[in-house]
């Protein structure tokens, strides 16, 4: 069993994940189908990329015995996730909407996984294996034919593969790396804002990496193209899974060499270096000039906030 709060990727939205995830044992097609026959077996479902959870009175119940899915209708996929103390857990994607609340007592709420995790509805590891389950199911839903030949694919190795019985292609889920970055020189740090933000909101620059680029490359590159401003050293501070759809962002601190800010209108509506004092306001609610710090659910809160209690690494 893993330790879900021994390292700084652990306190960022989704990346407290406590399951065991049995890995070298998804090629053992006996093994699975014992867990997934179990008496104490349970099922996170998800319609399309939206949960399905149970109302039990002031809470949310992530969880669906095998009885209770078979009533929600029929399963398109079917992924091993891991198991608990409690037992083995599996992520299930209806091949149908289930009836949601409105329609009939039926106790069911379906409830997006960012405003699970913005209105703290679930505790932060079934935050994390709910994160898990979406990435895998979209990955699942939308990779159904093989790249290639083009024929239908089947589900494997408890679902973490796909076979092409056509062309013996395997297909193994994606994960899309982005580097997010706060840049520092001195006391003071590079926030930028998009237009999509809530107003006032600032936060760290982040982007993509490409192929065959490493995470300090694709850090200088990202902070010159959207902010033209020039980096140094780079240095690891965390990493969070990022369900939307299947990301993994990749905390650093940089260290500036050049001051003069170029912005990318593409990219950002604005970017401006900020003092930690400001930081320290941004987080008091207090900012003078009505600036916000991200939620603490992202990634950007916890480097700012790094920042902030004066934790970066000395450059």
């Not at 069993?1 to 939205?13: I, R, V």
């Not at 199911?137 to 089947?154: D, E, I, P």
């Not at 019985?165 to 982005?178: E, I, N």
């Amino acid at each position: 069993m893993q330790n879900p709060t021994y390292d700084a990727s652990a306190l960022t939205g989704y990346g407290a994940n406590p399951l065991d995830r049995l890995a070298n044992h998804r090629d053992d097609p006996a093994f699975v189908a014992r867990l997934r026959e179990a008496q104490t077996v349970r099922h996170v479902v998800f319609t399309g990329d939206i949960p399905l959870l149970r109302q039990r009175g002031a809470a949310l119940d992530p969880f669906f015995g095998a009885r209770d899915l078979a009533a929600l209708g029929s399963a398109r996929e079917t992924v091993l996730l891991g198991q608990d103390d409690a037992g083995a857990i599996f992520a299930t994607l209806l091949e149908e909407a289930a009836p949601e609340s409105g329609e009939g007592d039926t106790g069911l709420v379906s409830l997006d996984l960012r405003s699970l995790a913005v209105q703290g509805l679930l505790p932060a590891p079934l935050l994390g294996v709910m994160a898990q389950a979406k990435s895998i199911l979209h990955w699942h839903a939308r990779h159904r034919f093989c790249a290639q030949c083009g024929a239908a694919t089947q589900a494997s190795s408890g679902g973490w593969k796909r076979l092409c019985a056509a062309c013996s292609a395997q297909h193994f889920p994606r994960t899309d790396p982005v580097v997010i970055m706060l840049v520092t020189d001195g006391d003071t740090c590079l926030v930028g804002r998009q237009p999509r933000f809530n107003p006032g909101m600032y936060s760290a620059l982040a982007g993509f990496i490409e192929p065959g680029e490493t995470v300090e490359a694709a850090v200088r590159r990202e902070v010159a193209e959207e902010a033209g401003v020039r980096v140094g050293a780079v240095a690891y501070h965390a990493s969070q899974p990022w369900p939307f759809p299947a990301s993994l962002m990749i905390g650093c601190f940089a260290q500036a060499l050049s001051r003069e800010i170029v912005v990318d209108t593409t990219e950002l509506e604005d970017a401006r270096w900020i003092s930690r004092t400001e930081v320290q306001a941004m987080f008091a609610g207090a900012h003078p000039g009505g600036l916000i710090a991200p939620a603490p659910i992202a990634i950007a809160h916890h480097l700012m906030r790094a920042f902030a209690e004066a934790r970066e690494p000395g450059f």
